[in-house]
């Protein structure tokens, strides 16, 4: 079963931005934190911003002053907005949640093995 919902992909010029949305509504567990990874072609998953169930947050180094990552705990859904994207944003963006504690200012919230649920993924390409 599907737990995690992406969705917002799609093509886009190096510059503009667009907001990935992620639905966790059938998680009924407990969520401790939420995050964002991505894959770009040939390479491994990799981590891109995390949230926590304080509202902490964390990003990576490549995209910390251009993407922002939020939730509506009412909708139980996690957002990334993307801006100023560049063309080494392409890749396929997952959606993934840990029930376990996280914490989001050290390296254990880059480790894909911390989350339980991933999402089917969306593709995100930037052209020059």
């Known amino acids: 079963q599907v737990m995690l919902v992406e969705s917002g992909g799609g093509s886009v010029q190096a510059g503009g931005s667009l907001r990935l949305s992620c639905d966790a509504s059938r998680v009924t567990s407990g969520v401790y934190c939420m995050a964002w990874f991505r894959q770009p072609p040939g390479n491994e998953r990799e981590e891109v911003a995390v949230i926590d169930k304080y509202n902490s947050m964390n990003y990576a180094t490549s995209v910390k002053g251009r993407f922002t990552i939020s939730k509506d705990n009412a909708k139980n859904t996690l957002y990334l907005q993307m801006n100023s994207l560049k063309p080494e944003d392409t890749a396929t963006y997952y959606c993934?949640?840990?029930?376990?504690?996280?914490?989001?200012?050290?390296?254990?919230?880059?480790?894909?093995?911390?989350?339980?649920?991933w999402g089917q993924g969306t593709q995100v390409t930037v052209s020059s």
């Open positions: 993934a949640v840990s029930l376990a504690n996280c914490w989001v200012y050290g390296d254990d919230w880059r480790s894909v093995r911390k989350y339980m649920y």
